[in-house]
């Protein structure tokens, strides 16, 4: 790259960025800013930092000499703009996405204060339900921005109707929570283990329809350690959670209503859910990392 090449001819000149400022009639920063591919000079002034440093103007921007009269410095030139404003843009969409993750963990942080440190049941019920609430929403709200910073493949739909989903079942297990705790709502001990298999047994055949479809993003999914980091992984993980969903549901609904204790049989559940598609996309990563495949 041409800033990587301004650096190298430089220092072989034995020109610290300042000389080099000086006699191209610019302040040190510009020069720091072509080095660090934030800027490039224009070609008249390209021509002169090749007169300076006395190598062709080709050989700056690595291009064959034999093919570097004006028309191709011209094309060379607006291409490595064109390349450094993609590259401008994918910062700010990065740095305005940290900024959305960054508060999604703050509220994240606040529920569990809340939650560790209020004593009235009923008080922090909702008001750590609400944190949660309002970062799922955030997410909801800059699913956009945030599946941009990562990926170009923005299948919004599936994505707003999963947080959408998400969002339900927050605001559903607050309202609930809150009715419990006043005292409201109460529930036999076989009511709640009814309950708690049917929402899990729903969740799993939502996540087994939706999975699939996913687009390789680093906030809804299967996040592990190795799907974030390779979108085949991800892919690969994603379609064995569609596959195993429904008839693991199915199971754990019947293990759930004749073997005890249900705990037990929840927790099994979890781990053949997560682990199934965990596993296997793992060693599809360490295969394919280590050019097995």
Known sequence: MIHDNLRKYR???????????????VVRQTVSKWEKGLSV???????????IL????????????????GSDLSRELARVNKQLAE???KEVLVKRANEKRGLIL????ISLFVSLHVKNPVVSAVLSGGCILWAVFVLYRNLALMTSATTDDLRLKVLRMTTAVNIGILGFGIVLSGLTAA???TFSK????????????CIMVFAGVVSPRLPFTKHTGLRLPWTVQDRDTWDLAHRIVGYISLPLAL???????????????????????????????????????????
């Open 41 to 51: 000079p224009d070609a008249e002034v390209l021509m002169n930092i090749a007169a």
């Open 11 to 25: 220092k072989a000149k034995g020109l610290s960025q300042e000389e080099m400022a000086v006699k191209l009639h």
């Open 251 to 293: 199971l754990y609904v019947a293990c759930a209503l004749t073997i005890e204790p249900f705990e037990m049989v929840t927790l099994i559940a979890m781990l053949l859910w997560i682990g199934i598609p965990g596993g296997i996309s793992y060693v599809f990563f360490w295969k394919k990392g280590h050019g097995r495949l």
């Open 54 to 69: 006395d190598v062709p103007v080709s050989r700056l921007l690595g291009i064959e000499a034999e093919k570097s009269n």
């Open 87 to 89: 590259k401008s843009r």
């Open 190 to 201: 076989h009511n709640e283990k009814m309950f708690a298999m049917f929402l899990i047994a």
């Open 106 to 109: 703050l509220l994240s942080f």
């Open 183 to 185: 005292g409201v709502l």
